[in-house]
Each structure stands twice: as structure tokens, then as C-alpha cells.
């Protein structure tokens, strides 16, 4: 069922994403979404009740279901920067999303993942279909585990 839903999923993850143009919103939501797609992909390895857990305790949680396939390694990095920035976002006063983590960080996500590109290519286009490249790695990389 996975294999069928998961383009869907990653459609959804960069349309609801797409609509915002605040950086600071993109990043609280997409930080969101991921969470939603990593709850999805703990379900399908047999985590019984991930909704339970904090963020960075599920990107653990898949790490350690994930073992060493392939990619792996820079997904859970990928997850990890995010939440990085995300909480730099909540716990600094002064954090400014554009001032170019957000955009390294993307760029990063482009290098190591492959997804659908659903428009031209902005700065902050490029930042939006990232997470949705990472929804899709995820979900793939769980369907083969």
C-alpha cells in the first residue's frame, strides 16, 4: 500500500508547503510534515505508538530501525540539521530563517536526494521541494527495510 500512497505524500508535503512564502513559516511546517512522515514510516517498521515521542526521539528511533541501508546515514543527518534550525528558530529571539542555514541546509537535501520538481526553481521554491524530496527518501527507504 506504501509504495502506491507515497507519491501522494510527497505531492502533499510540497503543496501545503508551497503556499507559504515566510521562510520562519516553511520551516515550522515542513518540520511538521517530516514528523508526520517519520511517524508513518515508524508504523511501517513495527513502532507501535511513535506519535508519543519528541522529534528528535523518532529521528533516533529510525536510525536505529534503518540500520545501515542505504542513505540512511544522510537522512537521519538531514533530520538532524532540521531540527537544529528549528529549534534555533523557537529558542533564539534574533534567529533570522534566511540567513542562509535554511538555504545550505537545502541544498544538502538536493545533493543527496532525488524528488519530484514540481515548479521553476527559486531560492525558496528550492527550499520546499526539499522537504519533499526527504518525505519521499524516507518513505522510500522504508518500504525496502
Do not use: C
Not at 515566510?22 to 517498521?45: P, Q
Not at 537521519?76 to 540539521?81: G, M, N, R
Not at 542555514?101 to 527559486?122: A, D, I, M, P, R
Request: no cysteine; aromatic share 12%.
Amino acid at each position: 500500500m506504501g509504495d502506491k500512497v507515497d507519491p501522494l505524500l510527497e505531492l502533499a508535503v510540497w503543496g501545503n508547503l508551497d503556499r507559504f512564502s515566510d521562510y520562519s513559516l516553511i520551516l515550522l511546517n515542513g518540520h511538521i510534515f517530516l514528523e508526520k512522515i517519520i511517524e508513518i514510516a515508524l508504523k511501517r517498521m513495527g513502532d507501535p505508538d511513535p506519535e508519543k515521542l519528541s522529534f528528535y526521539s523518532k529521528v533516533i528511533r529510525l536510525k536505529h530501525l534503518l540500520g545501515q541501508s542505504p542513505h540512511s546515514d544522510s537522512i537521519i543527518y538531514s533530520l538532524t540539521e532540521l531540527n537544529r534550525l528549528r529549534n534555533k528558530l523557537a529558542h533564539e529571539f534574533k534567529y533570522d530563517a534566511k540567513n542562509g542555514e535554511f538555504h545550505s541546509w537545502s541544498e544538502q537535501v538536493h545533493l543527496n536526494f532525488e524528488g519530484e520538481k514540481y515548479t521553476k526553481f527559486t531560492p525558496r521554491t528550492k527550499i520546499v521541494h526539499a522537504f519533499s524530496f526527504l518525505a519521499k527518501s524516507i518513505l522510500e527507504l522504508t518500504n525496502e527495510v
